[in-house]
């Protein structure tokens, strides 16, 4: 019978010679390039121009092509793997830095070290493979500008390759990029779930969702927080809210972020980096002491404890007059914008935060009434812990003195930030203890000479 015959030639066929891995891998790759084409439809022409000259379009797939959307993804993340690991990471940047200082060709341009095209090769050639491609003619001559010796700034040199290396940045984040230069709030939110994988795996556990769920929250923080008019930008976008892609690479929290993909990431530099677990939980672990009445919510007067315990009541009331609030208390989303910006004060972001909150008058500007106004306070809490209330004159004197804002008589938001002492002037005005630290930063540079002396001498 039929069904005997291919039955046998069936099992005959089985007991056959198997095929090598190889052997299996190019006839899975034929079969789906096969059913490929054929699900594609594979077009053929006439002229034969088609056959010599090389297709240089590609149009992008449509949304319900699914299967070439999935193709583009895996393509795309492939290449930049690929490209990834041609890049330098921080170790290797320190050792190209400390070639370059040593082989800097005299004499220096005032501070500016100088390198020529003979120490240029040595260089390249003990820096390794990767930064081969950095170390060629085309790009001294590059930065080869009108030195009488033929020689480039080492400093432009290394900042050509920190350049090239933030180009990382971009590639990183580019498959979250929304069109026209924008990146959508939900890509943001995306790019943060993906940094996750790597993280968590260290602990191992599956226990760790609510970990993951608090980190992401904080990630996404500290991504929205540090751009400028973030909340801005959002209200613009009815769609759920779009961010400048350019503000994201100029976000210096981002490098914190891909940091996290390094494996090997040592525990000291989890500890510092803020979207680490170990920050996640030193973050986290501060909010749940504060809430003494365990209801998820930070009150004013628990909020208060936060840090030394010195922040200003008046402070503190425009924290909760400005900020979002439910029935009076804070969630743990506000509280890490408010953790962010007293964290990083130097920070243009941070300022502004702060600065909304000190412009009691809404006029843009702080002047010598929003001054008097918060430092009171701080005499009060003087006067309270039995110290000698400093005078405010004084005071509003070394703060215009260190701010010098356009306006004799107006601290605008720039001025803060031009004059890079926002956060010196923003503790003095809101942190007893901040206050404390100004006001007595002499003895305190002396005693730390004397403890480095007492070090020398042992």
């Not at 180009?167 to 580019?174: Q, V």
């Given at each position: ?387 000698e209330p400093v005078s405010f004159q004084d005071v509003k004197d070394e703060i215009f003195d260190m701010v010098k804002p356009k306006d004799p008589y107006k601290i605008s938001l720039q001025d803060l930030i ?41």
């Amino acid at each position: 019978m039929d069904w005997q015959r291919s039955l046998r030639s069936r099992l005959a066929a089985r007991c056959g010679p198997k095929k090598s891995e190889q052997e299996l891998k190019d006839e899975e790759m034929e079969l789906f390039t096969k059913y490929y084409m054929e699900w594609k439809g594979e077009r053929r022409s006439g002229n034969a121009s088609y056959v010599n000259i090389p297709r240089f379009y590609y149009r992008l797939p449509a949304e319900d092509e699914i299967l070439l959307q999935k193709l583009r993804e895996e393509s795309r993340a492939v290449f930049l793997q690929r490209k990834s690991r041609e890049l330098l990471d921080n170790e290797e940047l320190q050792n190209l830095w400390f070639l370059l200082d040593k082989h800097q060709t005299s004499p220096m341009i005032g501070e500016e070290a100088m390198i020529n095209y003979e120490n240029f090769l040595k260089v390249g050639e003990k820096a390794g493979p990767k930064c081969k491609q950095f170390f060629t003619a085309k790009v001294f001559a590059k930065l080869l500008h009108n030195d009488p010796y033929g020689r480039i700034s080492i400093m432009q040199f290394f900042n050509y390759v920190m350049r090239k290396g933030f180009r990382k940045l971009h590639s990183g984040t580019h498959p979250y990029f929304a069109t026209a230069g924008w990146f959508r709030k939900i890509f943001l939110l995306l790019l943060c779930l993906h940094s996750s994988k790597k993280v968590f795996l260290l602990s191992g556990s599956s226990q760790n969702r609510p970990l993951i769920e608090v980190t992401n929250c904080m990630r996404f923080q500290a991504l929205a927080v540090p751009l400028d008019n973030v909340r801005v930008v959002w209200a613009v976008d009815s769609s759920g809210g779009k961010i400048k892609i350019q503000d994201i690479l100029a976000c210096s929290f981002l490098d914190d972020l891909l940091e996290l993909r390094d494996e090997e990431l040592s525990k000291e530099s989890q500890e510092t980096n803020w979207f680490s677990a170990p920050s996640a939980l030193r973050v986290y672990g501060q909010y749940l002491n504060l809430d003494k009445d365990h209801n998820g919510m930070l009150s004013k007067e628990e909020l208060s404890r936060y840090g030394t315990g010195t922040l200003t009541n008046i402070f503190l009331d425009r924290v909760f007059q400005e900020c979002l609030t439910y029935d009076g208390e804070m969630d743990y989303k506000t509280y890490l914008d408010f953790v962010l910006a007293l964290e990083n004060r130097k920070e243009p972001a941070a300022l502004q935060y702060i600065f909304k909150l000190l412009d009691i008058e809404n006029k843009g500007y702080l002047n010598v009434f929003s001054l008097n106004y918060f430092f009171r306070a701080i005499q009060e809490q003087m006067k309270i812990h039995g110290q000698e209330p400093v005078s405010f004159q004084d005071v509003k004197d070394e703060i215009f003195d260190m701010v010098k804002p356009k306006d004799p008589y107006k601290i605008s938001l720039q001025d803060l930030i031009n004059s890079s002492q926002g956060d010196t002037v923003t503790s003095i005005l809101i942190d007893l203890n901040g206050f404390w630290t100004y006001e007595n930063r002499e003895v305190l540079v002396a005693s730390d000479n004397d403890n480095t002396a007492d070090v020398d001498d042992t």
